[in-house]
Antibody, heavy 120, light 107 residues
Framework: LLVESGGGVAQPGRSLRISCAASGFAFEDYAMHWVRQGPGKGLEWVSSISWNRDSIVYANSVKGRFSISRDNAKNSLFLQMNSLRVDDTALYYC???????????????WGQGTMVTVTS | EIVLTQSPDFQSVTPKEKITITCRASENIGSSLHWYQQKPGQSPKLLIKHASQSISGVPSRFSGSGSGTDFTLTINSLEPEDAATYYCHQSSSFPFTFGPGTKLDIK
């Protein structure tokens, strides 16, 4: 199970930190990802972090503004979002990779999402 | 960045029909192509992995094929609960990308 939290309303230029609590699997063995979906739009991959934090990747649209991290002891994934823009408005999903220790693969478990709205 | 295109954008079908959705990649991605189903108000659900590999618990009427740049998702004998938007996704290289989606309406 993946449960996101921390979403809300923020003004452009401000920051927000969202979280994802994992349970029911060995969180420390799996790469985790953030995927977002703007209102009425399709899916957009945002960022990925390997099981051991050795590999971290960002979409160009968020590079330099967003930071992904994880706490394996607390089975938690985070996304620190700085310098927010109106076009960051979206439902943010955390997603688990299918195979342990892999960074790239299909996403076999998704959370329900947490909504981030950026508006002045 | 690998661009994925899907067709059709939208299709309205009747129960028990068969539908094929195509996904085309802008470059060779081997079999690193996955399909998801998203119903309104729900998170995406993995249907097919690596182009043609089935997922436990997914009905057998869902199947995938293809490799390289051209892929298809076939749904045989459509059920009313198959009304959803279907997305393809490539994990061949970063940035991961998704197709724009195919919205399926069941009459």
């Amino acid at each position: 199970l993946l449960v996101e939290s921390g979403g809300g309303v923020a003004q452009p230029g401000r920051s927000l930190r969202i979280s994802c609590a994992a349970s029911g699997f060995a969180f420390e063995d799996y790469a985790m990802h953030w995927v977002r979906q703007g209102p009425g739009k399709g899916l957009e991959w945002v960022s990925s972090i390997s099981w051991n934090r050795d590999s971290i990747v960002y979409a160009n649209s968020v590079k330099g503004r967003f930071s992904i991290s994880r706490d394996n002891a607390k089975n938690s994934l985070f996304l620190q979002m700085n310098s927010l823009r109106v076009d960051d408005t979206a439902l943010y999903y955390c997603a688990k990779i299918r195979n342990a220790k892999w960074l790239v693969d299909a996403f076999d478990l998704w959370g329900q999402g947490t909504m981030v709205t950026v508006t002045s | 960045e690998i661009v994925l295109t899907q067709s059709p954008d939208f299709q309205s079908v009747t129960p028990k029909e068969k539908i094929t959705i195509t996904c085309r990649a802008s470059e060779n991605i081997g079999s690193s192509l996955h399909w998801y189903q998203q119903k309104p108000g729900q998170s995406p659900k993995l249907l097919i992995k690596h182009a043609s590999q089935s997922i436990s618990g997914v009905p057998s009427r869902f199947s995938g094929s293809g490799s390289g740049t051209d892929f298809t998702l076939t749904i045989n004998s459509l059920e009313p609960e198959d009304a959803a938007t279907y997305y393809c996704h490539q994990s061949s290289s970063f940035p991961f990308t998704f197709g724009p989606g195919t919205k399926l309406d069941i009459k």
